[in-house]
């Protein structure tokens, strides 16, 4: 994982390419190992490139980013090869694989095809300097943050949204997931103009197949000097999914016994062949997502090798709930035996409902106190703990708690770290107002907000470790890795409104419903939550979302 930005400037004489340090700390954050920046000055063609790139080493060796091949192409890459026709080996660096594969393209048809072979999540920067051509983009559902910002000064991509003091005014928008986009700096009609070639993915639904739809999507009032046209040839990047299933289930089926028993409704033999491929699909997503890290690799090495497996490389955002639930089980399945898992979970402080509390227990002692000791006395011997229950007693720590005991039944062997995360109001207003509201830009509706600081918190997992009942201790977690389940809802009809469209219209309207929130997801909230994770300097692996 990489924070990766570009400034583009078509008047380099007059705009020196500089990045900010609000910029440079924001990607660093993101990849704190290496750090490193490239430019390209064209003077005749009259354009001033700056790259920068902020590694998170995850596997193979450490490159620096941007990196760079023998013809001067550059390449900054944030994502994960976990498939396709792009072989990865345990020991590779995946920027240089595909850096080599795209280095041997000689045409835009060749630059689509090595897009169109990965499988995983991925934004890229691409800079050809013998066709003088700046390529960017996203994976199909935007499973990694890229936002753009226009100036008729400066272009802008980068990982996570920052003041820029030539721009400092001008809105960020997420580049749309639809495709791949090229800037021929060969062809740009004049210094206050940019022209983007698009590139849409093959088979796009029909609600975003337009390219005015496109230009919506990026900023409501598109600025006049900038235009988004789809590309003369008419290619096109193949979208690495297949078409929704979207049959509908037999009309005589017993919603009933469906519903409210799970082994009546097993006993059909063809419903548990389709149960567990689907648990076998989610299988192997865990699997790809846990072990694709960096590990001690060296057997001969005890000493490294024990201090490496005391220390949980995979975590988890755990609320107890059916999705992490079912993550934390598979992870169990992949995850060396030897090796501790940390289960996140996160509460905020309710200050009104834990003083209603107390004010009740302060009530009942006044009423049955006959010892002699007084009021006062009995409430500070016991009001601090309570407090501190009551505050942080949410219905995701209750259960987390219970799934936590469900694991260790599962696998007693396993050290589960159930990292207790309490957020007080104080540290919440703070950090929302110093640094999440930042990351969660451009998006700005409450539930981006509260979902941005929840999953902020857990993911920079610092809290207790409250696994061994009353031995608590504070704990830090240094997982480089967090298993999501994010997607879950979108792909398995997990949200209230699903219910109500089952009700309304049946599996037809449902399944309508879900074909397009999944048609969407790139915008909502997929790209959120890689800024949001990535400012610890830790990589989002989402399972659910596997599209692949």
């Not at 994960?80 to 345990?90: A, D, H, L, R, S």
């Not at 037999?250 to 033999?269: E, H």
């Not at 994010?486 to 209230?496: F, H, M, N, R």
């Amino acid at each position: 994982m990489c924070g990766i930005c570009c400034v583009l400037a078509l008047a380099p004489q007059d705009v020196p390419v500089i990045l900010g340090e609000e910029v440079l700390e924001s990607l660093q954050r993101r990849g704190p190992d290496c750090s490193h920046q490239l430019s390209r000055v064209v003077p005749e063609l009259g354009y001033n490139c700056c790259f920068s790139g902020h590694v998170l080493h995850m596997r193979g060796c450490l490159n620096p980013q941007p990196m760079q091949d023998a013809q001067g192409n550059l390449l900054l890459w944030n994502g994960e090869v976990f498939g396709g026709n792009i072989e990865i080996k345990p020991e590779d660096n995946d920027t240089r694989v595909i850096l080599q594969h795209l280095s041997s393209c000689n045409n835009e048809e060749a630059i689509l095809s090595v897009f169109s072979s990965i499988r995983g999540p991925w934004t890229f920067i691409y800079y050809q300097p013998s066709t003088h051509c700046l390529w960017f983009g996203r994976d199909y559902f935007g499973r990694r943050s890229l936002l753009w910002q226009f100036n008729n000064l400066c272009f802008t991509l980068v990982s996570v949204s920052a003041s820029l003091s030539t721009c400092a005014s001008v809105p960020w928008r997420e580049v749309p997931a639809r495709g791949l986009y090229k800037i021929d700096l060969q062809k740009q009609p004049n210094a206050s103009s940019l022209a983007i070639t698009w590139y849409p993915w093959k088979h796009i639904s029909n609600e975003y197949d337009s390219a005015s739809h496109l230009e919506a999507q990026f900023t409501e009032e598109p600025p006049n000097f900038v235009s988004v046209l789809l590309n003369e040839s008419k290619l096109s990047p193949k979208a690495p999914i297949t078409p929704m299933n979207c049959s509908i289930p037999d009309p005589g089926t017993d919603k009933k016994s469906c519903a409210t028993n799970i082994d009546m409704y097993l006993s059909d033999q063809h419903r548990k062949k389709i149960v567990h491929q689907f648990i076998d699909v989610l299988s192997e997503s865990v699997r790809r997502r846990v072990l694709s890290l960096q590990r001690n690799q060296n057997p001969s090495d005890f000493v490294a090798d024990a201090m490496d497996s005391d220390k949980a490389k995979i975590a988890i955002l755990f609320s107890g709930g059916v999705d992490s639930m079912v993550l934390s089980a598979l992870a169990d399945r992949h995850v060396p035996p030897d090796e501790p898992i940390d289960l996140l979970n996160v509460a905020f402080e309710q200050r009104e409902r834990k003083m209603q509390k107390i004010s009740k227990k302060k009530q009942k002692q006044k009423q049955t106190n006959t010892s002699g000791v007084s009021d006062a006395e009995t409430s500070e011997n016991d009001s601090g703990s309570i407090e501190e229950r009551t505050a942080f007693n949410v219905p995701d720590r209750i259960t987390g708690r219970s799934g936590l005991k469900e694991l260790q039944v599962i696998n007693p062997s396993r050290r589960w770290n159930f990292i207790e995360i309490n957020v007080t109001l104080e540290e919440l207003k703070e950090m929302r107002q110093h640094r999440i509201s930042q990351l969660v830009q451009p998006l700005d509706t409450v539930l981006d907000d509260s979902i941005g600081c929840a999953v902020w918190f857990a993911a920079r997992g610092i809290g207790i470790n409250t696994s061994n009942g009353d031995r608590t201790q504070p704990y830090i977690s240094t997982a480089k890795v967090v298993l999501t389940g994010i997607g879950a809802d979108e792909q398995l009809a997990g949200y209230s409104r699903h219910r109500i469209c089952y009700k309304m219209s049946g599996f037809e309207g449902l399944v309508k419903e879900l074909e397009m929130e999944l048609g969407r997801i790139s915008s909502r909230n997929l790209g959120r939550d890689d800024r949001v994770i990535g400012d610890h300097g830790k990589e989002a692996r989402l399972v659910f979302a596997n599209f692949p």
